[in-house]
């Protein structure tokens, strides 16, 4: 994979979202590792703690990139099972390959797919998680996944997100700067209006709280699936 790969990747502008978001995360696969430990490692060990997993759990990853958190719930869940999925087809790979060469013994499976169409059946999962996925969604996407996701966790099944949670002006600029230059890359920050919109989506935060790391603030949020 060469520099102009990724930048022709990253600058491609005449495709569909979804495919644009497809091929810059499949050509960053192989170095998305650096910046998910430089900027999200912290975040994910928070998250991890306030999804309140426990051993034994069916555990969904979505959008699981090069496999830094899905690491972490196998780790949490050797008597269980963990699935992942990303829209990526490399990334599914590699986290695939990773978490078979880790943990060769553990119930653990990455596939590619959609956020928006998750293959699985209704009520299969104990918890879900999504860290950094939901800025990458557009407005519809984001709906339609929220639905799948509400779909496939079983009655007071739990979702944990982590996403941008940096409020500051400066940083709002430059973000929305970036998202222009690379929309694929960026997405744009949607913390706010999705936990706003959880409970009109069948979910009830029970945790919310901010973090930083280096220069980057997330916010980890845990919902719990209501009765509707
Ligand atoms: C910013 S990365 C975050 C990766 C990892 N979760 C982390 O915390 O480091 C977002 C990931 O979401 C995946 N993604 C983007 N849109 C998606 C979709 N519609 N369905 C599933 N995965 C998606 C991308 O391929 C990428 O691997």
Known sequence: MSIQTIASALLEEKQTPSHLTRRVYDALAPV?????????????????????????????????GSGEMFGRLVTGNPGG????????????????????RKFPEVAAQCQAADASRLPFARHSFDAVVCCFLFELLGDVQIEDSLLEIRRVLKPE????????????????????????????????????????????????????????????????????????
């Open 157 to 228: 099944g739990r979702l944990t997100l982590t996403l941008v949670g940096e409020k500051k002006r400066a940083f709002s600029a430059a973000y929305a700067l970036a998202s222009k230059v690379a929309p694929a890359f960026w997405g744009r920050q949607v913390d706010e209006s999705l936990v706003n919109m959880l409970p009109s989506f069948g979910f009830n935060v029970v945790t919310d709280f901010y973090l930083r790391q280096l220069f980057y603030v997330s916010r980890v949020v845990s919902a719990v699936k209501t009765q509707r």
């Open 32 to 64: 998305y590792g650096v910046s998910a430990q430089l900027f999200h490692s912290r975040a994910h060990t928070a998250a991890h703690r306030a999804s309140g997993i426990e051993d034994g759990a069916r555990v969904l990853e979505v959008g699981m």
């Open 81 to 100: 099972q963990t699935f992942g999925v990303d829209l990526s087809p490399n990334m599914a790979a590699r986290s695939q390959a990773d978490v078979r």
